[in-house]
């Protein structure tokens, strides 16, 4: 009989649960992970919610911190009992997509045209890692050895969060003196201002209401806060840029306000970074974008993952460049996913990260 293990299983809209499911089974090139610390994520909440599907039956969750348990007979280069993790998007390598430089894009062709997050595997097309273990597919490009001087939750974001936030502002390509506005100061928002500030942004405006967030953004970075609630974050950019805009604006959010107001805060020539997950058709104003005439460049990305790209933010991490560990915010035991989840997707608490270890 198959070892058992506990796992965060999406049953139907609005349910995920805590159930048995098998220890999974690993091939050649792959590699079998314990889990020892993971979290809940955006696009988790928006499974939950039916806001994006996924097939019933499937383990939840795209960011494993843990330890080699089982290595396959094709994976060289790593040992048993190695701290490790994976990005939430994996890459096999070899792809067309991968070969092109777009590893996140990996195995998105399909017969009928080209499909989107193909690289995200993790808890969309197979078992993710809310779970006691996860098997982690093309081992050789995705296992990233933790280094011995830093703790599971140091480097529990730069698997999807602390990736996607600096690719913002990588995307968007901010550069040195840059002014730049980041829309919405949740932890992909908050990762985003750091990895602005990295990247040489003298002036970076955080659009975010909630107090905790706004001295977050602060400590990572953001030199002004605009408050939407007090103020349309148009015209409060618009004000303190003197009416010149901003180089970048990066939407961290996934709404129409925020992406047309991201839209808005250009100054010619500049370019919107979109991070957020949309879950409805967007318009683009006809004003906005200027009938099409302003140089303006809008630009999409998902998460890049694979190993090297890994090491990067854990070295980021190790140098202490940017401390994350405030975003951890809460934590609970596997056994509590459950309520941890009520807690994330209602935004109850001050919640900004959860960490959850089995």
Same mark, same amino acid.
């Given at each position: 009989m198959a070892q058992k293990m506990k796992a965060a299983i999406f049953v139907e809209k609005g349910r995920i649960v805590l159930d048995d499911k098998p220890v999974p089974d690993i091939g050649p090139t792959d590699a079998l992970v314990r889990i020892t610390t993971t979290t809940i994520c955006g696009t988790d909440v928006h499974i939950l919610k039916g806001e994006y599907p996924v097939v019933k039956g499937l383990t939840i969750g795209h960011e494993p911190v843990g330890v080699i348990e089982k290595l396959g007979s094709g994976v060289t280069g790593y040992r048993e009992g190695q701290r490790v993790i994976a990005g939430a998007i994996t890459p096999s390598g070899w792809s067309n997509a991968c070969l092109c430089g777009c590893g996140a894009q990996d195995g998105a062709g399909t017969k009928h045209g080209w499909k989107a997050i193909g690289g995200w595997k993790f808890g969309n097309t197979i078992d993710g890692c809310?779970?006691?273990?996860?098997?982690?597919?093309?081992?050789m490009a995705n296992l990233a050895r933790i280094p011995d001087d830093v703790t599971d939750e140091?480097?529990?974001?730069?698997?999807? %969060?602390?990736? &996607?936030?600096f690719s913002g502002a990588e995307t968007g390509g901010v550069k040195i003196g840059d002014t730049v506005a980041v829309f919405a100061q949740g932890p992909i928002g908050l990762c985003a201002t750091a990895g602005a500030k990295l990247m040489g942004a003298t002036t970076i405006i955080a659009v975010e209401s909630v107090p905790a967030r706004i001295a977050?953004?602060?400590?990572?970075?953001?030199?002004?806060? @605009?408050?939407? /609630?007090?103020?349309?974050?148009?015209?409060?950019?618009?004000?303190l840029t003197? $009416?010149? !805009?901003?180089?970048?604006?990066?939407?961290?959010?996934?709404?129409?306000?925020?992406?047309?107001?991201?839209?808005?805060?250009?100054?010619? $020539? !500049?370019?919107?970074?979109?991070? !957020? @997950?949309?879950?409805?058709d967007l318009k683009i104003p006809l004003d906005a974008f200027a009938a099409g005439l302003a140089d303006t460049s %809008?630009? &999409?990305?998902?998460?890049?993952?694979? /190993?090297?790209?890994?090491?990067?933010?854990?070295? @980021?991490?190790?140098? $202490?460049? @940017?401390?994350?560990?405030?975003?951890?915010?809460?934590?609970?035991?596997?056994?509590? %996913?459950?309520?941890?989840?009520?807690?994330?997707?209602?935004?109850?608490?001050?919640?900004?990260?959860?960490? %959850? &270890?089995?």
């Open positions: 809310q779970a006691e273990y996860v098997r982690v597919p093309d081992a140091q480097v529990l974001m730069c698997p999807d %969060i602390m990736s &996607t936030g977050m953004a602060k400590s990572l970075g953001a030199s002004h806060v @605009v408050d939407f /609630k007090a103020e349309n974050p148009v015209d409060g950019i618009m004000r003197d $009416g010149r !805009g901003v180089d970048v604006a990066i939407e961290a959010l996934g709404t129409q306000p925020t992406f047309e107001a991201a839209l808005r805060v250009l100054r010619p $020539g !500049g370019t919107l970074s979109s991070l !957020g @997950v949309y879950s409805t %809008i630009r &999409t990305t998902l998460c890049p993952g694979g /190993k090297e790209r890994m090491r990067r933010m854990m070295e @980021v991490v190790a140098s $202490g460049r @940017v401390d994350l560990g405030g975003l951890v915010t809460h934590r609970f035991k596997l056994e509590q %996913i459950e309520a941890a989840y009520d807690l994330f997707a209602n935004q109850r608490d001050g919640v900004l990260k959860v960490a %959850i &270890t089995p």
